[in-house]
């Protein structure tokens, strides 16, 4: 995101300060680029395999990693299940789930998968979900901004509530879901071993739209007219459809 005082990526912003309180009128949004060249695009034709990169679990089990693992108990369909993951994870007792632990390289990570599972509980746009979009894998996730406004809305699973929370003390308070592992088992079983190809080609159409190559020279124009007190220029006005 830019604003009239600084420059910053949705993903990165600065945990001290609160941007949606600066008064200008001179602040857009744009997408966090995707480097296309490092993340090529496979399209994905049956759901095979569910890919959940669990990172470091995030902030208060922000990953949902619990849950995903409640959910797998769920799951009726002959699927995989890979879990990667930089924190030791409980004993898994599903021999569908093929468990990754320890600090891979990013190539390892994405090397193997047909569909994305995204489970965050709060946050803005993230790399992994730039990533998997420009690999070409179609995203199951939760019904919550950001992701609802541009992910296929039919894979997307609906929060059962949400609630206030508070990473630390000095941070501002941010909106989370909780969701319930019987859907999320349920969203997988409804596109297990069915044809993704469709899911996978609008995963690379707007990767593509985000790619930095496209991208860049709006970054440079925007940051130069931030410098220079001019008004930035929206993405979304010239790209309509992009959501």
């Avoid at 945990?15 to 008064?23: A, F, P, V």
């Avoid at 569909?115 to 730039?130: E, S, W």
């Avoid at 997307?156 to 879901?177: K, N, S």
């Avoid at 991208?215 to 124009?221: A, D, G, K, S």
């Amino acid at each position: 995101r830019l604003d009239g005082v600084t420059g910053v990526q949705t993903c990165a912003l600065p945990i001290s300060l609160n941007y949606e309180t600066i008064q200008t009128d001179n602040k857009i949004y744009i997408p966090q680029p995707i480097n296309r060249d490092m993340f090529k695009f496979t399209k994905r034709k049956k759901a095979r395999t569910f890919l959940f990169n669990n990172g470091n679990g995030g902030a208060h089990g922000r990953n949902g990693l619990r849950e995903f693992l409640e959910a797998i108990n769920f799951v009726k369909s002959d699927v995989k299940f890979i879990i990667n993951s930089q924190i030791p994870v409980e004993t898994v007792y599903d021999s569908r789930i093929e468990l990754h632990q320890g600090e891979p390289s990013i190539q390892n990570i994405w090397k193997e998968g047909d569909v994305f599972v995204h489970l965050r509980k709060f946050g803005a746009m993230t790399l992994p979900m730039n990533e998997a979009m420009s690999l070409g894998l179609p995203i199951i996730g939760i019904n919550r901004n950001p992701e609802n406004t541009y992910l296929p809305k039919e894979l997307l699973v609906d929060p059962d509530g949400t609630y206030p929370m508070r990473c630390r003390e000095d941070v501002i308070q941010v909106e989370a879901c909780s969701y319930s592992p019987i859907k999320i088992a349920e969203k997988i079983d409804e596109i297990a071993n069915t044809d993704i190809s469709a899911y996978s080609e609008r995963m690379n159409e707007l990767a593509d739209k985000w790619d930095w190559e496209k991208l860049r020279n709006l970054y440079i124009e925007n940051f130069y007219n931030l410098v220079n007190n001019l008004p930035l220029k929206n993405y979304e006005e010239g790209n309509p459809n992009i959501r």
